[in-house]
Structures are given as structure tokens and as C-alpha cells.
């Protein structure tokens, strides 16, 4: 079956430090893929998404490039603040849905950044 | 505003209680689902709905029962059966059909259960 795999956690940054989370996943076809984070307490919030190869998703200066040939779609941003401290989840959908769809998540991973 | 609203943020439970988990949605989804997180685990599908009075079974269904008697409603109740509830639950809520759009899921902001 589908699944998805991220790197382990926790990950501890400086402020302004480069980031990147690692997913990589297993599917039959094409799934689409996304990143949603997780801020202490709360639900989860869709970040960024990618539907076919070499799609890049992007928001709030985080970016993912979804990858067929490495089957990756890993997690980026340039400078982090503090306040991107939280867990993030990497996930997939599949295309083999016809209606409404059943994501699979990653393990998730802490993020948290010092000032 | 539209969203989703879980209720309540805490819960407690008694050995050989069932409690009702509440979720509403005034997104017009069609589509609502129940996820189980632990930590290290990620989430996991407990039950999911695509159609009033309609749903399905996911990967952890023992222990729990919903029910979809309104479009806008989806409660999940943990039975005594479930031997080991004390977990975040997240219900969330997506479109149905065709379309990129329908793999967008919405989540409440969770209930915490816990055993005494």
C-alpha cells in the first residue's frame, strides 16, 4: 500500500538557519503531495501541495519540488523564524480516488527553532 | 467564518465509558474524516464519510463508532472496547468529486482524550 516516510526528528535550528525535512514516499500512479504543519495544540493546516512531476509548491517562503524520479518531495526554506516552530507533516493522496480522497501522513517532524 | 469545530478541547474518560467525540463543519463538505494521532505516529484513519448516512471503515476502526446523520455532523464515539484511547483525535472535511481540490483536506483544532 501507500505509505510515506520523513525524516526523524527533532530537528533544532538557529533563526535565519536553512531548513530542510526529507519525505520520501511509496504509491501506485501518481499521488498528489503535500505539506501540513502543526502549531502547539491546534489542527493541522495545509502549508503547500504538488499534483504531478516537477510541480514546485510554495508558501510563506517554504517550498517542495514533487520529485517522480527520486519518488521525494522534500521540505525547504531559506531562513527560518521562530515562530515556523511546530510539526510538519508530509503526505499523499491517491489519484485512484474518485471522490472523496484518504491521505496518508508521514510520521511528522518537530521543528524547532531558536532565536 | 467556515471551518470546523471540535468540541470539547478535553475529555476525560472512566474505565468502561463510551464518550462522543463532536465534529461540525459549515465548509458544505461532502466528505468528513477521523484521524487518531500518537506521538511518533503521525495520523491514522480511524473512520471517514463521503455521503450522508454513508461511511467507511480505516485502518484503526476497533474501538470506535460514528455515525452521519447530517451533512454538517460527524461524531466518533470511543467504546470501553478500545483499550488504549488516550490519544489526540482530529476530525477533518474535504470536497468530494473531480477536480485537485477534493485531495484538500480541513482540520478542527482537536480533542485531547484522556483515561482516568
Known amino acids: 500500500g501507500d505509505s510515506v516516510t520523513q525524516m526523524e526528528g527533532p530537528v533544532t535550528l538557529s533563526e535565519e538557519a536553512f531548513l530542510t525535512i526529507n519525505c520520501t514516499y511509496t504509491a501506485t500512479g501518481y499521488p498528489s503531495l503535500f505539506w501540513y504543519v502543526q502549531y502547539p495544540g491546534e489542527g493541522l493546516q495545509l502549508l503547500l501541495k504538488a499534483t504531478k512531476a516537477d510541480d514546485k509548491g510554495s508558501n510563506k517562503g517554504f517550498e517542495a519540488t514533487y520529485r517522480k524520479e527520486t519518488t521525494s518531495f522534500h521540505l525547504e526554506k531559506g531562513s527560518v523564524q521562530v515562530s515556523d516552530s511546530a510539526v510538519y507533516f508530509c503526505?499523499?493522496?491517491?489519484?485512484?480516488?474518485?471522490?472523496?480522497?484518504?491521505?496518508?501522513f508521514g510520521e511528522g517532524t518537530q521543528l524547532t527553532v531558536n532565536p | 467564518d467556515g471551518g470546523i469545530t471540535q468540541s470539547p478541547k478535553y475529555l476525560f474518560r472512566k474505565e468502561g465509558q463510551n464518550v462522543t467525540l463532536s465534529c461540525e463543519q459549515n465548509l458544505n463538505h461532502d466528505a468528513m474524516y477521523w484521524y487518531r494521532q500518537d506521538p511518533g505516529q503521525g495520523l491514522r484513519l480511524i473512520y471517514y464519510?463521503?455521503?450522508?448516512?454513508?461511511?467507511q471503515k480505516g485502518d484503526i476502526a476497533e474501538g470506535y463508532s460514528v455515525s452521519r446523520e447530517k451533512k454538517e455532523s460527524f461524531p466518533l464515539t470511543v467504546t470501553s472496547a478500545q483499550k488504549n484511547p488516550t490519544a489526540f483525535y482530529l476530525c477533518?472535511?474535504?470536497?468530494?468529486?473531480?477536480?485537485?481540490?477534493?485531495?484538500?483536506?480541513?482540520f478542527g483544532a482537536g480533542t485531547r482524550l484522556s483515561v482516568l
Open positions: 503526505a499523499l493522496s491517491d489519484p485512484a480516488e474518485t471522490s472523496g480522497s484518504r491521505l496518508t
Open positions: 464519510s463521503q455521503i450522508v448516512n454513508d461511511f
Open positions: 477533518a472535511s474535504s470536497i468530494v468529486g473531480r477536480g485537485q481540490a477534493k485531495n484538500i483536506q480541513y
